[in-house]
Structure formats: C-alpha cells, structure tokens
C-alpha cells in the first residue's frame, strides 16, 4: 500500500496572533510560513510523489505552490475532509481567552467526548480524516501501484487525529502528538498494519528548546489547531 507524506500548513497569520482560526477564510501564511513552504520543494526532491491531495483552506493551498510550481505535472486533489476542525462559535477566537473555557479541559483531557458549540466533534473530524486517508489509499495504490508516494497537506489536529490511528492510539491520546508548521510526517500503510516512520519533522532543533509561553500554569496542555512552532 502507498506512503503517505502528511505535511502541516506552514505558519499562518493566525497562529502568530494565537487566533484559533478554524475555517475563517483569509487566514493566509505569515513571513514564516512562506519561507517554510519555499523550502519545501527542496526537503521533498527525493520523493516521487504520484500525487498531492490538500485542505481547501488558503493556507494549505499556499503551503503547496512553491512545490507544484516545481512540480507542474503533480495532480492536485482538494479534499474538504481533510480541512480543519470546524471550530464552529470558537473559530476567530483568542486562544489565551479559550483556555479558561470549561469545554478546554474536555478538549485536552477526553476529546472524544469534545463537541464545539455551533461546530463539530472532535471525533467527527477524527472519523472524516481517517476515512479520507483510507479512500486515498485505494485510489492512489489503484492508480499508480502498491509502492507509490502521495501528499496530504492538512492542519495540526487534523494530522495528530491521522497519526493517533495509525498508532493504534485512541483519540482520547491524540494531544500528546505534536507537529510543527510545515513539518512532515511519514506513514507507510500495508494490508496488516501503518508503520509512523517520520513524526513532525521539520529539520530544525531549536524548536526543540522550551518556549516561554510553555511554562505557564498551562505548559502541559496541547496547542488546539496547532501551536506557531520555532520563532
């Protein structure tokens, strides 16, 4: 079965402002994230990809360019279940207002039973994604063969939901993952079983270093959507 090559949108506008952005259309990538998608062609040019499938949202779409510019004869595939989470009355809000939300422990603790107010559930976003994956698996082994390579560019809990499944993990683990802007994550299926064979890979280790805005009193929760990354 195909390798799927799971990249996170580069930095947006929205995860420097700490905006949970959600579906709110305009949410474009910030200097940052342009610069990680320029690079991306280059930290991809070893990988005959059959295929790119991606996230409606504009800054999926943006995080792509550079590569199918580099890459005219690559098919592009929107797929709106792998879009955000839809946020529903949280999309647009700040983030530090969020966390003192009842709903918030919910989210970090027990997200399988997360709902948001005028939005979806978590495991709603977690079931389209999976399934997603699953159809493009078919297809993709159906078109271009069993060892074939193909591209999703997707969101933060979007990926993590992907992630958890192939680890065999319940959703209610899914926030101890995490992945970077722009960073990559290697899943290679097989009719047994998914082997994680790269997790957030970004190619920078600073951003391995503590943060400030993780030592709060909040330092062990998980970004919801996906924290900024490296400064």
Same mark, same amino acid.
């Given at each position: 079965?195909?390798? +799927?090559?799971?990249?996170? !949108?580069?930095?947006?506008?929205?995860?420097?402002?700490?905006?949970?952005?959600?579906?709110?259309?305009?949410? &474009?990538?910030? %200097?940052?994230? &342009?610069?990680?998608?320029? =690079?991306?062609?280059?930290? +991809?040019?070893?990988? #005959?990809?059959?295929?790119? *499938?991606?996230?409606?949202?504009?800054?999926?779409? %943006?995080?792509? =360019?550079?590569?199918?510019?580099?890459?005219?004869?690559?098919? +592009? !595939? #929107?797929?709106?279940?792998?879009?955000?989470? !839809?946020?529903?009355?949280?999309?647009?809000?700040?983030?530090?207002?969020?966390?003192?939300?009842?709903?918030?422990?919910?989210?970090?603790?027990?997200?399988? =039973?997360?709902?948001? #107010?005028?939005?979806?559930?978590?495991?709603?976003? !977690?079931?389209?994604?999976?399934?997603?994956?699953?159809?493009?698996?078919?297809?993709?082994?159906? %078109?271009?063969?069993?060892?074939?390579?193909?591209?999703?560019?997707?969101?933060?809990?979007?990926?993590?939901?992907?992630? =958890?499944?192939?680890?065999?993990?319940?959703?209610?683990?899914?926030?101890?993952?995490?992945?970077?802007?722009?960073?990559?994550?290697?899943?290679?299926?097989?009719?047994?079983?998914?082997? *994680?064979?790269?997790?957030?890979?970004?190619?920078?280790?600073?951003?391995? &270093?503590?943060?400030?805005?993780?030592?709060?009193?909040?330092?062990?929760?998980?970004? *919801?959507?996906?924290?900024?990354?490296?400064?």
């Amino acid at each position: 079965m195909p390798m +799927l090559i799971l990249v996170r !949108h580069g930095r947006s506008t929205a995860n420097t402002a700490g905006v949970l952005a959600g579906w709110t259309p305009g949410v &474009a990538l910030d %200097e940052r994230g &342009a610069a990680q998608a320029a =690079a991306l062609p280059g930290r +991809l040019a070893g990988l #005959p990809l059959a295929a790119a *499938v991606t996230s409606p949202l504009q800054r999926c779409r %943006e995080t792509l =360019a550079p590569l199918l510019a580099a890459r005219p004869d690559l098919p +592009l !595939h #929107p797929d709106d279940r792998i879009g955000e989470c !839809h946020y529903g009355d949280w999309s647009g809000r700040k983030l530090a207002e969020l966390a003192d939300e009842p709903l918030m422990n919910i989210v970090q603790q027990h997200p399988s =039973a997360a709902a948001f #107010p005028g939005g979806e559930s978590m495991r709603a976003m !977690h079931t389209r994604a999976v399934e997603a994956v699953r159809d493009w698996n078919a297809r993709i082994e159906r %078109e271009h063969g069993a060892d074939a390579v193909y591209l999703m560019c997707s969101h933060g809990d979007v990926i993590k939901a992907i992630v =958890a499944d192939a680890l065999g993990l319940h959703l209610d683990l899914f926030q101890r993952i995490s992945v970077e802007p722009c960073s990559v994550t290697a899943i290679r299926y097989t009719p047994t079983r998914p082997f *994680v064979v790269r997790l957030g890979d970004t190619g920078d280790f600073a951003g391995l &270093a503590l943060r400030e805005e993780t030592t709060g009193d909040r330092g062990g929760d998980a970004a *919801v959507g996906g924290d900024a990354g490296a400064p």
